[in-house]
T-cell receptor, first 114, second 115 residues
Framework: DAGVTQSPTHLIKTRGQQVTLRCSPK?????VSWYQQALGQGPQFIFQ???????QRGNFPDRFSGHQFPNYSSELNVNALLLGDSALYLC?????????????FGPGTRLLVL | DQQVKQNSPSLSVQEGRISILNCDYT??????FLWYKKYPAEGPTFLIS?????DKNEDGRFTVFLNKSAKHLSLHIVPSQPGDSAVYFC??????????????FGKGTHLIIQP
């Protein structure tokens, strides 16, 4: 049973650049959520994708955008990177939104912006 | 504005004793609460959850208590084992989405089980 996978594991970028992170949900899951975890903080909800559309969004600027593909995998794009975007980016998946399921998390992508 | 607060950054407990991790919340719309455990270099792993219609949920060594009037929940681990050493996150969601909606997390408590 394949769990949630994310790529790459680590990434270094410079200010102003753009980055794309990838996530494959757990087998059988169709809903993907993205979280940002800064050092010493808990994960913060960025957005959730279901049926290839953004269903929910947290308090993040438009520089953060996403996409979900027909196979349920997802991408997180961040434009015009800032130093403060340095964080662990976590992807979580569930079977359907709002059905009482719990979210399963991937190991994350650690992004460093210099 | 922290809607979910875990006021103890760390907690040290002797092996075999009870570990009690606390969490407070401010948003009255939260109706589903979860605890996640996180080891270094891994994503958070779901432990146990509780709906706002209950005040207690038990799963093996783990029990979560919810006090809605005080907006407080706690996770009890009995007996504590060395493998329980990890960072524990309290999380909440609203609008009856269960745990499948966007979660609001606390900052976490680092639990250390001493042999």
């Amino acid at each position: 049973d394949a769990g949630v996978t994310q790529s790459p594991t680590h990434l270094i970028k410079t200010r102003g650049q753009q980055v794309t992170l990838r996530c494959s949900p757990k087998s059988g899951h169709d809903t993907v959520s993205w979280y940002q975890q800064a050092l010493g903080q808990g994960p913060q909800f960025i957005f959730q994708y279901y049926e290839e559309e953004e269903r929910q969004r947290g308090n993040f600027p438009d520089r953060f955008s996403g996409h979900q593909f027909p196979n349920y995998s997802s991408e997180l794009n961040v434009n015009a990177l800032l130093l403060g975007d340095s964080a662990l980016y976590l992807c979580a998946s569930t079977l359907g939104p709002g059905v009482g399921e719990t979210q399963y998390f991937g190991p994350g992508t650690r992004l460093l912006v210099l | 504005d922290q809607q979910v607060k875990q006021n103890s950054p760390s907690l040290s407990v002797q092996e075999g004793r009870i570990s009690i991790l606390n969490c407070d919340y401010t948003n009255s719309m939260f109706d589903y609460f979860l605890w996640y455990k996180k080891y270094p270099a891994e994503g958070p792993t779901f432990l146990i959850s509780i709906s706002s219609i209950k005040d207690k949920n038990e799963d093996g060594r783990f029990t979560v208590f919810l006090n809605k009037s005080a907006k407080h929940l706690s996770l009890h681990i009995v007996p504590s084992q060395p493998g329980d050493s990890a960072v524990y996150f309290c999380a909440a969601s609203e609008e009856s989405g269960g745990g499948a909606d966007g979660l609001t997390f606390g900052k976490g408590t680092h639990l250390i089980i001493q042999p």
